[in-house]
């Protein structure tokens, strides 16, 4: 165990790593075979309007991390918005099992 106080800090290379990886994952290789059957030709179009909806959540989030500097993330955005614990536990909860 390294007895060092300083606290590593993640910069942009990782999290955007650690933001394509969530987003992205294992999911695409395993219902692209089911896309294409139901978009067709136009599996790629659908591919690259799921990208802008990624990327829009992604700009969503850099934003309420810079209004709430925390380590809660979206456990913290929640509490903020309804000021109870309860309803932001139960929300992240959902986004973490959903």
Partial sequence: M???????????KELVAIGVGGMVG???????GLSVG??????????????CIALL???SYSKLGLAFRSD?????????SFKNQNIA?????MLLVG
């Fill in 89 to 93: 536990a139960i929300g992240g909860w």
């Fill in 26 to 32: 294992g999911g695409i290789f395993s219902v692209l």
């Fill in 38 to 51: 139901m978009a067709g030709h136009a599996a790629p179009l659908a591919f690259a309007i799921g990208g």
């Fill in 72 to 80: 809660g993330g979206s456990f913290t955005y929640m509490e903020k």
């Fill in 57 to 59: 959540t992604g700009y």
């Fill in 2 to 12: 390294n007895s060092n106080t300083e606290t590593e800090k993640l910069g942009l």
